[in-house]
């Protein structure tokens, strides 16, 4: 591997660490939160499509948007049901269907989530010229290309 390869490689693993930690320190430091930052990712997830109809969203996309299986993500849902986060609920348009929805505590955390992600990016691009966040937003993209191009082969693997 080149001098620059090893020092992108460093700084990919050091902002995935640094991301996770802060993210980490914000569950601890809100007392009042029972729940893990998977959690709140699934939460954030459940949150993603409230304005369909009907709203919710049901485990198998949950499953898919999170990159869990079925039975993982059935036990976290029904273990933020049981925590006051979420509700399931029958499809008004099919009955067969389980629908997840946030409810109003699930709303306030998924808000707070959203908020301190505003956040983060805000203090990073304010620091940066137009010309730095268009480098930065191609090479993101052409990494996020290459990670989704390895999940879909390991996924045909399967």
């Not at 939160?33 to 993603?48: F, M, Q």
């Not at 348009?93 to 992600?117: C, I, N, P, Q, S």
């Amino acid at each position: 591997m080149d001098v620059f390869s090893e020092e992108f490689n460093e700084l990919l693993v050091d902002a995935y660490r640094s991301l996770t930690e802060i993210e980490e320190q914000m569950v601890r430091s809100t007392s009042s939160l029972d729940l893990s930052i998977n959690e709140i990712h699934l939460i954030e997830a459940v949150g993603r499509n409230r304005s369909s109809s009907p709203p919710g969203r049901t485990i198998s996309d949950l499953s898919e948007s999170v990159g869990l299986s079925l039975p993982s993500v059935t036990i976290a849902v029904n273990k933020l049901v049981r925590k006051g986060y979420v509700e399931k609920r029958r499809s008004p348009l099919d009955g067969r269907v389980v629908l997840v929805t946030l409810t109003r505590r699930g709303e306030k955390v998924d808000r707070a989530h959203r908020y301190f992600h505003q956040k983060m990016i805000a203090a990073v691009m304010n620091e940066m010229t137009e010309e730095e966040k268009r480098v930065m937003a191609k090479g993101i993209i052409k990494l996020n290309d290459f990670f989704n191009k390895k999940l879909a082969r390991t996924d045909e693997n399967e």
